[in-house]
């Protein structure tokens, strides 16, 4: 049976792919059609020569801007002045990923993962600004409403990053409740700031917020520099109280929890300060790593760990324009680009009694994956309406297989939407092409001109060494690739971009 | 009772410091010698509240340019192509050190861990080229000698790299056995390379050579790019069999393995070529990473593992100027530096049943105190007519605290032997100062001028943000320290290095 779900011309370790780029899209979308058609017994079909588990709740923790090597199973924690006991006991009973891959950054990450979908099929690869009256659409099909519509109970507590729209809240995107923050954190420092006029702001941006499914946003406290301090202790209480008052349910939950932390500016809770060695990014880091800690004790009190899978992952990279507060990567660059720290980032899987304790796995997987997968163990129906990007792993996850269904990762930067836009990158097997990239959000740019540079991030993590001239069977792997997605995009047009080019990397 | 013997002014966390350089030193060297005038009761005092412990079999295995990041349990193995599950496993019998330090290239480090003193002190700060004739003084105390007059056989099986005069020799320093090379492993291939004129070689170097106690070197076989392939596999073969024959002896054995694994070239060994897909190196690390699990695995069938401390490091930071022959560290610069990258380097502690399973620290130690450490375990004389720069860290390593015994790592580089002779860098709690320092063997050179630079190796591990002028409380370490050895160097002079100052760093 095959339960590649997903993956546009990327499951198919043994696919045959056809020879022109149409034939390519069609064959993609053909096999993907056929796997879905068959999704509502997918679930089901997985488990049949095993025992069979019930549909598990499911907790999402995503850590907002932590760098690759932050935690102390990824090789930092102590290393780096900041302990994090809970993040490695989590991949110490789970299953830590090593090549996992967001998004360059916080919108099209998060709009990657509630989707299954290429950030620049939903108009969603770059983030926006307050009061850019941008958003995700309503005709996107969310995880909260895949799941919601399987019978889930749905809740988001933390930061949403996706639109300030009325219809692209998240109380309008599927989830029944929603506590938390519209922007990027440092929007609400803005009127703060040396030289910053109030009378420029004009009511924007709201504070904390909240809301049920369909009501309208009700303001909870306003956002600035002291408050910001709490902002996940308060998600937190509310997380948790909602996780306890779901146990009692007979319908399994999806809780997700996008924290502040660990994006700047690290505005340490008093509770938390100077418990690090690394000043307030490190301090807050250890008070993220806290919380991890804080709903995995809680999901074990109320004795339902072995039913509840939970993923903590990151956004994407460090953000190393912000040093001293900003996260570690072993590798090259960090948010804004497709360097490795950019969007290699931590991700670890936890579920006791169903997920191998202490395995370790260097298999690609992304972002875009946990729609995919995450759905399916939900028993959720996986559209088969649009293009899914992300894949089904839920073999992987389990250890019934070895290998990822993925082999490549691409990566859009922009506003751009046209179905021949050129991808900034892709990784592929060990390799990685660039056909443009940025050292940091804030530049140097590296244009590669007409050749796309290719990396061998095995041998060179840091990507120092381009040897395009004698790998240009990687260039060639990158253009079937590309000619693939260009088919789909003609196929299914791309929903254009709300957001403004003012980002780095608008193109 | 004080077990910390050696440390030159390191050692005390809680010692009162005297105000004048000639004070500090004195006091040091009073500490020093009091700590030392009991040391052969050291061992037996140790144990005294606990179960007595027999002398352990001591074996050092000694990566060569591996890089912090090389094995999977420090972040690498899959991730960059070359799985390490040997490495990996003995981490999780074991114990994994996050802030082991070494010197800054093959020779100083092989010195500091054979002598507890500090390079400059014996002379051999710098690696000697082939037909320098250069070598460690025969006054030296070696390891070996310590063990041996403690009741050890000892005995070494791979490259030495402390010289090529006769009494330099390891038969002559210690070692009951000696099989393996003189020279850093590329000068083998020297005959091999474009433009090279046999006639310019006289009969240098020698090859793969062997020797009993005191007898002459006899050559067993050439070494050039063919033979290089095996010459860890010979070693192994021969380990083994020492390992296998020593177990039925009363005596107990200290057994020093410096694998060639993985200096450049990395000339693949036919049965481990193409096993990673990171080419050559990462083959070798393959290589290598199998003989260490073949040592385990030895001392496991002989039943004798639970009296045997196993400690596997590496002598110095990767080769970038090799890439793609080369390791991988997270950190700044490569072999060389005093950069995190040239200095900081693997190091896994083992001994199932005394030293805890699955222990990680960030404390900081370095290849000085496996000297110190090793000969009070096993129950050698640490000499107490010289200064003894490494520490007794056998509590530490042990479990029996939590901290190590040592706060401060000092590097020179270098032929210069006066006593004020300025240091390259030191690491001083989570900072770093330098005087000078080299992104890689080959340059470039920052000179910091006046002020040192300091790096907050935690906020910074790259060492990219100087940071010194708001940290000059650091700088006043720096000089308390420099000031301390200063003292020391007068009251016993250095011995002046025989090699020549043509290696990189050279002052």
């Known amino acids: 049976m095959d339960l590649k779900a997903g993956g ?21 979308v053909t096999n993907r059609r056929n796997v879905l058609a068959n999704n509502s017994s997918l679930h089901q079909a997985m488990h049949e020569d095993v025992a069979p ?10 850590a907002d801007n932590m760098g690759y090597m932050d935690p102390g199973c990824y090789g930092g924690g102590a290393v780096l002045g900041a302990p994090t006991p809970r993040m490695d006991q989590m991949a110490k009973e789970g299953l830590r990923l090593t090549s996992f891959y967001s998004e360059t950054q916080c919108t099209p990450t998060r709009a990657a993962m509630l989707t299954g979908r290429l950030p620049i099929r939903t108009g969603m690869a770059l983030a926006s600004e307050t009061g850019s009256n941008a958003g995700i659409s309503p005709e996107e099909r969310t995880l909260a409403r895949v799941l919601s519509d399987a019978g889930y109970n749905t809740a988001i507590f933390g930061k949403w990053h996706l639109g300030d729209i009325r219809e692209s809240e998240p109380q309008n995107m599927g989830f029944d409740e929603f506590f938390g923050l519209l922007y990027h954190l440092n929007s609400y420092t803005q009127s703060e700031r040396i030289g910053f006029d109030p009378r420029w702001e004009a009511g924007e941006p709201l504070g904390l917020v909240e809301a049920k499914k369909g009501e309208n946003l009700t303001e909870v406290s306003p956002l600035n520099v002291s408050s910001l301090a709490y902002v996940d202790e308060q998600s937190m209480e509310r997380a948790l109280a909602y996780i306890k008052s779901q146990s009692s349910s007979a319908d399994p939950f999806f809780v997700y929890i996008p924290f502040v932390r660990t994006h700047f500016p690290s505005v340490q809770n008093p509770r938390w300060a100077g418990k690090s060695s ?32 939970v993923v903590l992952t990151s956004d994407n990279g ?22 490795e720290g950019g969007v290699r980032v931590p991700c670890i899987f936890w579920w006791p009694g169903m997920i191998e304790a202490g395995r370790s796995s260097d298999e690609i997987i992304c ?5 995919t997968t ?9 559209p088969a309406d649009r293009p899914i990007d992300g894949i089904d792993q839920s073999e992987f996850i389990l250890g019934r297989q070895e290998n990822s269904n993925r082999e490549w990762v691409v990566w859009y930067i922009g506003t751009g939407s046209a179905a021949n836009t050129i991808p900034a990158a892709v990784r592929w097997h060990q390799f990685k092409v660039h056909t443009r990239a940025y ?6 740019e590296s244009y590669y001109g007409q050749i796309p540079a290719v990396y061998n991030i095995e041998m060179d993590p840091r990507e120092e060494h381009n040897i395009a001239g004698e790998h240009d069977f990687v260039i060639s792997a990158f253009t079937k690739i590309y000619r693939g997605l260009v088919a789909s995009m003609i196929e299914y047009p791309n929903t254009p971009s709300r957001a403004y080019p003012i980002s780095a990397g608008a193109s």
Chains 1, 2 share one sequence.
């Open 374 to 382: 995450l759905a399916v163990l939900g028993g959720g129906e996986v």
């Open 278 to 309: 690394k000043g307030p990014y490190g301090d807050g880091l250890m008070e993220m790593d806290h919380h991890v800690g804080m709903v995995l004790d809680t999901l074990k009190e109320l004795g339902i760990e072995n039913n509840t899978i």
């Open 439 to 444: 050292d940091s959000f804030q530049g140097p």
């Open 8 to 28: 546009f011309g990327n499951s198919g370790r043994s696919d045959d792919h056809a020879e022109t780029p149409e034939d390519i899209g069609a064959d993609v």
């Open 367 to 371: 972002t875009l994956d946990l729609f």
């Open 318 to 339: 460090p953000t190393l324009d912000q040093w001293p507060d900003s996260g570690f990567s072993p590798f090259r660059g960090g948010i804004g680009t497709t360097y």
């Open 53 to 62: 588990a019930p549909r598990p709740n499911i907790v999402i923790m995503l």
